[in-house]
């Protein structure tokens, strides 16, 4: 595949950025992130691999893929986390949402997978072993893939949140009218518009999850574990949050 036929689509990619409120038909486009064009050329490489490994194809062309941005170091202030939360909680049949915030912020658990969490094993998803106090983040029928789920241990405060829910008869986390949700794209941007809480997005809360537990001490390994985040992208994202960052090298630098 042509270098300049990967690089032609990053240039026209877009995104529907205005709606007709009458037709609900496009009226406006806005260029998608190089992180999103990535992505999306990067499942391209791999659909290509798999074809050329079962034998569909005979050879399998690399794709040239635009440079990986800047990680982003975006994270909630607790006073910009409280007034999203409670936008979500107050807001028209978005209680579900305000479940999700919470999960997030405490766990740093990636959109998808909290989304696919129940309170019992399921085919579906993780699940919550709310008697062990565990998180298991994927189902024993999910395959294990880049983006790891490891089990992790639920934090108290949560805790209590899930016990309540799961009392009140929730067969899922995250859940509407008893059924799961499998989307909260549009409850997720409205109630960052109406807080006034931006930009934000659902993978935001991972950061401040995770930016949070540095905050507060947490080390580079153990937050590593927790968070299902590997060390070196927790020390080279997040590190420097860390009361402890750098300390052995900034004590020897500033040894007599």
């Not at 609900?24 to 998608?32: H, L, S």
């Not at 982003?72 to 007034?83: D, M």
């Not at 979500?88 to 997978?113: E, M, P, Q, S, W």
């Not at 094993?121 to 994927?138: A, E, H, K, S, Y």
Request: charged share 25%; glycine share 8%.
């Amino acid at each position: 595949m042509k270098g300049e036929t990967c690089r032609r689509y990053a240039r026209t990619r877009k995104k529907v950025a205005q709606r007709d409120p009458e037709t609900n038909e496009p009226i406006a486009y806005e260029p998608i992130s190089t992180g999103t064009v990535r992505r999306e050329l990067g499942t391209l490489q791999s659909a290509i691999n798999y074809a050329h490994a079962e034998g569909y194809v005979t050879s399998a062309p690399v794709v040239t893929l635009p440079q990986k941005p800047e990680a982003k170091e975006r994270w909630l202030s607790r006073n910009e986390a409280a007034k999203l939360l409670w936008q979500a909680y107050r807001g028209n049949n978005t209680r579900h949402l305000a479940r999700f915030i919470l999960i997030a912020l405490y766990t740093g658990t990636r959109k998808d997978a909290i989304l696919r969490m129940g309170f019992e094993p399921n085919t579906v998803g993780g699940w919550f072993d709310l008697d062990q106090g565990i998180m298991f983040r994927r189902g024993d029928t999910e395959r294990q893939t880049s983006k790891r789920r490891t089990p992790a241990r639920i934090p108290r405060q949560l805790l209590a949140h899930l016990r309540r829910w799961h009392a009140s008869g929730s067969i899922w986390a995250v859940e509407y009218k008893g059924a799961r949700v499998g989307n909260i794209k549009r409850a997720f941007a409205k109630a960052v518009q109406d807080s006034g809480v931006t930009p934000c997005t659902p993978h935001t809360l991972k950061h401040t999850a995770i930016t949070w537990a540095l905050q507060n001490g947490a080390s580079v390994w153990d937050a590593a574990g927790f968070f299902a985040t590997s060390a070196e992208t927790i020390e080279k994202v997040y590190g420097h949050h860390s009361p402890h960052h750098q300390e052995s090298a900034l004590r020897a630098v500033e040894r007599r």
